[in-house]
């Protein structure tokens, strides 16, 4: 089997890849008000109904608000564990990490069940607080494995020195530790943001009535008929999701051009 | 209190908030819901607590329950199948380019990134009676009629390889970098075509990440319920769904309980015989 032809298979699966997506985006800017192709023209529209629907505005709050408090405390539980497994000795490591990565070797829907219903059973029924408890545990492994990943290549005796220079360890944590760390914490951070905005599977387990976020929301809105709001949605997603961390990987690697390493 | 001491708890504080969520979060539910598994859902809607085996052999012997398991399955192994086919090839292509393998490998994980509503919805803009297949085929004049291609089982699986590919093409690249090309280059100089070199070194030595790629894509596939909802007719639900029903529908707990344990020890069953054989260090490597 020739070069030639790995490459053109290979072309052919990221058209695969690729296709169903440039559709939703192409669609988006449709003029034509089936939202069908062949398409008419281009056009706003779509986006300006977005921009006037109530529903899917409050969607858009409820996400980024829920997915920014996940980020905030899965990385801050994550970098914690993370320090512990990287700097200490601690009895029982491979067992403490398998059980620090199990929300990801969990179907996804068997976590939300299991949560659903001791949750309701202590007296926390489907809520806003049952939401984060639910994204902050199953965005917290790829926190941990990110986070650990750059931990591990920061060298230890640029922190023994700060503190035989007379700094305790919390002063070496946040002058020395933390600014290293700080592309890992960004790009776990980031992670979890991306991975609570886009959750589906547990999110419809644990919504309240009426509470939507924009997945849930796309998922409501198809059930009816697929409109060309649904691709302009799409593609705002597209670009918050697949720019962002392009942003950050662009912002982190020119950081760390600056500083030489 | 002495320093060593003090030292030796310094970790266990870090990690207590980490360990204290995944116990109260996840540990604790799971094992909530094999004790709700055994309680009834009376007809007032309240629950009854006790031991009672009825939710459990409901799950296992109903035969519409079993028929949804086996073709859950099915569908996850054709997946599986179709991720390797369509991944294998493409993550060579990546590893032994000489252009920028950063960006390429970049551009397979983007639609990764994109939320799985969107790249599962995607789909009905292709396939769906006013999407670009048909309307293309009719431009055409190839058929007058929009063929139906939604809403059936080929287009959850469609959706699902869709969904699933960039896991595959990840974890076999990793492997596949991993491996020395000076191998490949002994094997010719010894007289190999290049096709038996790959044959004989290649792929035996990049099975383990095909085989991390496998039990991702089969474990997240015969997970899903989102796909046959968006995707599927009536007829095509699998497991996920019934827990879904049972769970939001329904509203009998203990039964939902039982066929999520189910559904966990089934696959749970697939990750062991997995880690018996190649461990979960392969699959940390490509998940980082």
């Known amino acids: ?261 | 209190m002495s320093i060593e001491r003090r030292e030796a708890r310094q970790p266990w504080i870090l990690l207590s908030p980490a360990l204290g969520a995944v116990g109260l979060l996840l540990i604790v539910p799971l094992l909530f819901i094999v004790v709700y598994s055994f309680w009834l859902r009376s007809a007032t809607g309240g629950d009854t607590a006790g031991f009672h085996l009825d939710n459990w052999i409901k799950a296992l012997t109903d035969p519409f329950y079993r028929y949804i398991l086996l073709n859950t399955l099915k569908i996850a192994a054709i997946t599986t199948v179709l991720c390797a086919l369509l991944g294998y090839p493409a993550a060579y292509f990546i590893a032994r380019s000489k252009g920028n393998k950063m960006i390429l490998l970049l551009l397979m994980m983007l639609p990764f990134w994109i939320s799985y509503i969107i790249r599962t919805m995607s789909w009905i803009n292709i396939l769906g009676a006013s999407g670009a297949l048909n309307s293309g085929l009719m431009a055409l004049g190839v058929i007058n009629e929009p063929l139906q291609m939604l809403y059936n089982e080929a287009a959850v699986i469609l959706g699902l390889v869709h969904f699933l590919l960039p896991f595959m093409v990840l974890n076999v690249y990793v492997s596949l970098e991993g491996i020395d090309t000076n191998l490949e280059d002994a094997a010719t100089s010894l007289g190999a075509t290049r096709w038996q070199s790959f044959l004989q070194v290649t792929l035996p030595l990049s099975l383990p990440g095909l085989a991390a790629g496998g039990l991702l894509c089969f474990v997240l596939g015969a997970g899903t319920y989102i796909t046959p909802l968006v995707l599927g007719g009536p007829r095509d639900a699998m497991f996920a769904n019934l827990v879904f029903e049972a769970i939001i529908t329904q509203l009998n707990w203990p039964l939902g309980s039982a066929l999520s344990l189910l559904l966990l020890m089934v696959l749970g069953v697939l990750v062991a015989i997995y880690n018996r054989y190649l461990g979960m260090a392969q699959l940390a490597k490509g998940l980082g």
């Open chain 1, 1 to 261: 089997m020739g070069w030639g032809l790995i490459r053109l298979y290979a072309i052919a699966v990221y058209g695969f890849m690729f296709l169903p997506v440039v559709a939703v985006v192409l669609l988006s800017f449709n003029a034509n008000q089936f939202g069908s192709f062949p398409m008419t023209g281009l056009s706003l529209r779509w986006f300006e109904a977005l921009w006037n629907n109530d529903a899917v505005m409050r969607a858009f709050r409820t996400s980024l608000v829920l997915g920014l408090m996940t980020a905030v405390i899965s990385t801050m539980l994550g970098v914690l564990a993370s320090l512990a497994l990287v700097r200490y000795d601690v009895p029982g490591k491979n067992l403490i990490t398998t059980a620090l990565i199990a929300p990801i070797l969990v179907p996804e829907v068997v976590l939300a069940v299991a949560l659903l219903l001791f949750l309701n059973w202590l007296g926390i029924g489907k809520s806003f607080a049952l939401l984060l408890a639910g994204h902050v545990i199953f965005t917290l492994p790829f926190v941990i494995l990110v986070v650990q990943a750059r931990l591990v290549s920061i060298r230890r005796d640029v922190e023994e020195a700060a503190m035989s220079l007379g700094a305790s360890p919390v002063q070496t944590f946040f002058s020395i530790t933390l600014p290293l760390l700080m592309p890992a914490v960004a790009a776990g951070a980031l992670f979890a943001f991306t991975i609570s905005f886009d959750d589906i599977t547990g999110t419809l387990f644990w919504k309240p009535g009426g509470v939507e976020t924009v997945p849930t929301q796309i998922f409501s809105m198809l059930r009816n008929s697929i409109s060309p709001e649904i691709n302009a949605l799409g593609t705002v997603m597209i670009l918050l999701t697949v720019g962002l961390p392009l942003l950050g990987a662009a912002i982190a690697r020119s950081l760390s051009t600056k500083r030489g390493t």
